[in-house]
């Protein structure tokens, strides 16, 4: 059985028929070239090294993504260890909200723009970008980790070591943030 | 006001994240119907949310390996092969 998968399983295959599957979905997160495409050769490494294990049972995109995704968490981990993220303090939330009653201090208003003509226009992008860049260091993390690389939850939980009820804060301090800075910066 | 704009706000942003319990969402709801800001802060977080999901798939749909990089690791992978 395990010569069967030996025999139909040759990396140069792998990266003629997914490599294209893994870059995207590496860009996706990575949002560089260099760190994508290093990422793509260091799965197909280890997918060679550890062909063994593949069971069947999944399919073999499905299988070198999840790996993909591991080495894509290593990545971060590094990065952010680099970066010593974990010690650095985040925004009070208190000030958005009337201590008395809790009710808005600065009171939310629709935007009238519509996700699909926005969703392509570079300029908002800009300023959603500078906005986040304003945050808190750790709300900006996980915040662009979840919302521009589109992480999902517990990936991210897992990469910041912290718990879900910890970054559900977070991306809440970081929503309060954003929405209120984009409401002066492009909503007015 | 039972449950205060803090409060819901918070569960604005964990829709997002967990699926929320029925009684919070009904809550949340209720809420919405005696106040203004709280719904439009919910429809903000929503579009910006959708926004960066379209976003997302815009961008990458299309994006393919660079055939320098391909190479490249073509070579790690033919030395590799060859090593074991």
Known sequence: MVGFFIGTMNPKDWLDEHGDALYRFAMQRAQNEEVASDLVQETLLAAWKNHTSFSGESSVRTWLIGILKHKWIDHLRKEIRQRNQAEIADGDPTAWFDPQNGAWLNQPHQWRDDPASLCQDDQFFKVLKSCAEALPDKQQLVFEMREFQGLESDEICKVCDISSTNLHVLLHRARLGLRLCLDKNWFK | ?84
Do not use: W
């Open chain 2, 1 to 84: 006001m039972k449950h205060s704009c803090e409060k819901i706000s918070v569960l604005i942003s964990e829709e997002l994240e967990r699926e929320l319990t029925l009684v919070e969402r009904i809550s949340m709801h209720f809420h919405f119907l005696m106040c203004g800001a709280c719904k439009h802060y919910n429809d903000n977080i929503q579009k910006l949310h959708r926004i960066f999901k379209m976003r997302l798939k815009k961008k990458y749909q299309t994006m393919t390996l660079p055939s320098e990089k391909r190479d490249i690791i073509k070579a790690a992978l033919r030395k590799e092969t060859l090593n074991s």
